[in-house]
């Protein structure tokens, strides 16, 4: 066998048509040129997904369907692992190496074209652990560099070596010679061009979507380079520089709380407005454009803002990585279904946003989120989960929601699940958030269920008595004692809610110049329930069909406290 380069293959045209139709921002290139910018990226520790040829055929991707990284970095293995495939730090990765190289940083001589071969790092390029670094325990001592090719080095020395051959894979080899040229050593990480649980690419889009649904920095697509960098247009300039809490892309969204100034920028721990010179201080390390809010003359406001600074809502599961987050997020059917419908590229507004999971999850292909709420502790954890992972397209604010520091219509989707019916007036509040979305726009907003919340409300007269094992939620999905103690009190003990029905958000709808696309769970009888995505028009059946939807969810989702989606888009 000569080689498993034996799947389809795509010509510039097909490539350039694949790109155009999601519009992406790209350069075409003479081979030469793009394997140099391809091997400056990699020098430069930025990771790459490799897509030329005909697609490999077996269980390896052999360096046409690739992700390609530089094995001296010693960060890159935890990096490829978090945010590229989603999955634990400590998984291992696997070397290509040039067949002439070979025994210059493995102990072997033979070849290894298709990545089958196990062997140890060459001796020479193997480094002793520090007496301190021994010490270390799990994780730990796992990160420490083993190697002078960390990024592919196992805790035994080991590798899973590819050879490779020009005769083979000219193309790849003359890639790893100018790898060699920058670096010094003619070694790459090549994994899979997959994240988790998925297949590897085999078409351009396949390749553009894995590339967008995740933190990779550069895609090589034929003779075309993509950066991620590029793949919006920047926002409009702001006076301020971009900080690590806030794009220039959300910067560009906001105003200063109370209507008195157009813009504004980020300082040192603080907002100014170029126009007033008005300062809006941070709290607690948190952003903050609260102004003028009396939370004892606005009682209910008051009570809920406490509640939840005292119980941060939904909060984490221990110490959680963003691949965990990511991997919860891809398996549950609506956040996965949102973010495929929302696509690429676009600003979200999350209203009422807590500890931040939805806001992160969503900042995945490419999207620019951000997450406001009235809980310092709330958004505290949520800061800290985006800086601990280092997320930039995130960010986090305090504010309220009926003066909301952002600029009307600068938003391509606004979200608002299970935190309308916690305020004042939940009417006034849609209409809030509606005003935030362009016109065209989506608004996604999550409800009580008047039908469904009944269930809830009637374990909360005995819930004190059973325990909170008769909750479905706590008994089946949450592990943490602490984040079930937060959901028992959010659902049976919470100061203020009120329930809501589909024929009252359809007349927000219609007061907002919002016209109905869908719900979920979907409307029974309707072609909701086979629409192609979350986003496709459907009708909304009519009052009989509406009622009967809502009496079928006190066997379905009034189990886990009967909140209902409504989704429409703003007329333009």
């Not at 290509?96 to 072997?108: G, H, K, P, Q």
């Not at 985006?386 to 604010?397: D, E, H, I, T």
């Not at 696309?517 to 629409?531: M, T, V």
Request: charge should be negative.
């Amino acid at each position: 066998m000569s080689g498993a380069y034996l799947g389809p293959a795509y010509d510039a045209d097909s490539i350039r048509a694949s790109l155009d139709s999601h519009r992406a921002h790209y350069q075409e290139l003479d081979a030469d040129a793009l394997d140099e910018e391809v091997a400056a990226a990699i020098y430069q520790e930025k990771v790459v997904g490799w897509f030329q040829g005909r697609m490999e055929f077996g269980p390896r991707a052999l360096g046409n369907r690739s992700i390609l990284a530089k094995a001296t970095s010693p960060k890159m293995q935890s990096v490829l692992n978090l945010k590229i495939k989603y999955r634990e730090s400590f998984r291992p990765f696997a070397p290509a190496v040039l067949r002439d190289d070979l025994a210059e940083w493995f102990e072997m001589d033979v070849d290894s074209p298709y990545m089958l071969l196990v062997a140890d790092v060459a001796e020479r390029r193997r480094r002793k652990l520090t007496a301190a670094e021994e010490a270390l325990f799990g994780i730990a001592k796992l990160n420490v560099p083993r190697s002078d090719i960390p990024a592919v080095t196992h805790v035994d020395y080991s590798a899973r070596v590819q050879t490779v051959h020009a005769d083979t894979n000219p193309r790849f080899h003359r890639l790893l010679e100018k790898v060699k040229a920058r670096t010094g050593a003619s070694v790459v990480v090549n994994t899979s061009f997959n994240v988790r649980d998925e297949p590897i690419v085999c078409t351009p889009d396949d390749a553009y979507g894995c590339f967008m649904a995740t933190e990779m920095d550069v895609l090589a697509i034929g003779n075309f380079i993509l950066r991620k960098s590029e793949q919006r247009p920047r926002a409009a300039a702001t006076t301020g520089a971009e900080s690590p809490l806030f794009p220039a892309e959300l910067l560009a969204c906001l105003k200063p709380p109370g209507g008195e100034g157009e813009s504004l920028e980020r300082i040192e721990g603080s907002f100014r407005c170029p126009e007033t010179g008005a300062l809006f201080p941070d709290l607690d390390g948190v952003p903050s454009l609260l102004k003028g809010t009396d939370f004892e003359r606005d009682g209910v406001t008051g009570r809920v803002k406490a509640f939840y600074e005292e119980n941060p809502f939904p909060n984490y599961e221990g110490v959680e990585e963003f691949s965990s987050l990511v991997s919860t997020g891809l398996h549950n059917s609506l956040t996965s279904t949102l973010l495929d419908a929302i696509g690429y590229n676009k600003l979200i507004l999350e209203c009422g946003c807590g500890t931040g999971q939805m806001t992160n999850f969503l900042s995945l292909n490419n999207n620019h989120v951000l997450g406001v709420d009235l809980s310092l502790s709330s958004l505290g954890l949520a800061l800290e989960h985006k800086l601990r992972n280092g997320l930039r397209r995130p960010a986090f604010a305090q504010m309220n929601i009926f003066d909301l520091a952002v600029k009307d219509e600068s938003f391509d989707v606004v979200i608002s699940t299970g935190v309308l019916h916690h305020t004042r007036d939940a009417r006034r509040a849609f209409a809030a958030i509606t005003r935030k979305v362009k016109p065209g726009g989506i608004v996604v907003v999550g409800l009580y269920n008047a039908y469904g919340r009944v269930p809830t409300f009637l374990r909360s007269k005995v819930i004190g008595v059973l325990g909170p094992n008769i909750d479905h939620v706590v008994r089946t999905s949450i592990r943490d004692p602490r984040k079930a103690d937060i959901w028992i009190k959010d659902q049976y003990f919470n100061p203020h809610e009120t329930w809501h029905s589909m024929d009252e958000v359809l007349d927000w709808f219609d007061e907002n110049g919002v016209r109905y696309l869908n719900c979920r769970p979907s409307l029974l009888g309707s072609n909701g329930e086979a629409a192609d995505g979350l986003f496709s028009a459907g009708s909304p059946g009519n009052k009989v069909q509406r009622v009967a939807t809502q009496l079928s969810w006190l066997t379905t989702i009034a189990r886990e406290g009967a909140l209902f989606i409504m989704i429409g888009r703003r007329e333009a």
